[in-house]
Structure formats: C-alpha cells, structure tokens
Nanobody, 115 residues
Framework: QVRLVESGGGLVQPGGSLRLSCAAA????????MGWYRQPPEKERELVAF???????NYAESVKGRFTLSRGSARNTVHLQMNSLKPEDTAVYYC?????????WGQGTQVTVSS
C-alpha cells in the first residue's frame, strides 16, 4: 500500500508564496513520476507539475516561471514552491505518484489565494 502525505496549503494574499510538500511511503515499485495536480472550484483536475526519476520536470504553462518543483532530501519527497500566487491558483492541490504498479493520489490540500 502506498500513502501520500501532503502539507503546506493555506490562505495567502495575491503575490504571496506557499510551499507544498508531499512524502510518499509504502511499497513503491520503480517510480516513474511524482508531482502535483490541482482542481479549481467547479473545474476539472489539471496538471501543475511533475518530476521524473531522472530529474526532468514538466510544468503547466499557467505556472511556468512562478512554481518550482524539486525533490526533497528525504527519499520519495517533493516540494512545490509557489511564488507570485494569483487568485486563479486557488484550488485543491493533489500529490500524485506513478510507479510500475499504478497511480496513487493524496487526499489533497487547499490553497486559497485571496485578499
């Protein structure tokens, strides 16, 4: 069983920053990618960013230049540094892991950007 533990969401003013973290634990086999998706209110879930096992990153166009995804020092952890946040970044953010056996999702953390 794979467990994803997310942290770091909250309320921030426009232009502010937040850092999300995700730690994956359990029986992970040959991880392919680890990253973040988000689901804005009344919209579909969408890609934010992911990182591959060889360190390549992929970002949604809407967050390029503002968000940075990096690996943590602990095994199977990632951090999403979100700067210059906009109201349209408001969403529930979900951590996602793909490995040889399947896809795993975290429970989500709320990010609200509002003045």
């Amino acid at each position: 069983q794979v467990r994803l533990v997310e942290s770091g969401g909250g309320l921030v003013q426009p232009g502010g920053s937040l850092r999300l973290s995700c730690a994956a634990a359990g029986n992970i086999f040959n991880m392919y990618t680890m990253g973040w998706y988000r689901q804005p209110p009344e919209k579909e879930r969408e890609l934010v960013a992911f990182i591959t096992t060889d360190g390549r990153t992929n970002y949604a166009e809407s967050v390029k230049g503002r968000f940075t995804l990096s690996r943590g020092s602990a095994r199977n952890t990632v951090h999403l540094q979100m700067n210059s946040l906009k109201p349209e970044d408001t969403a529930v953010y979900y951590c996602k892991v793909d490995d040889l056996k399947g896809t795993y999702w975290g429970q989500g953390t709320q990010v609200t950007v509002s003045s």
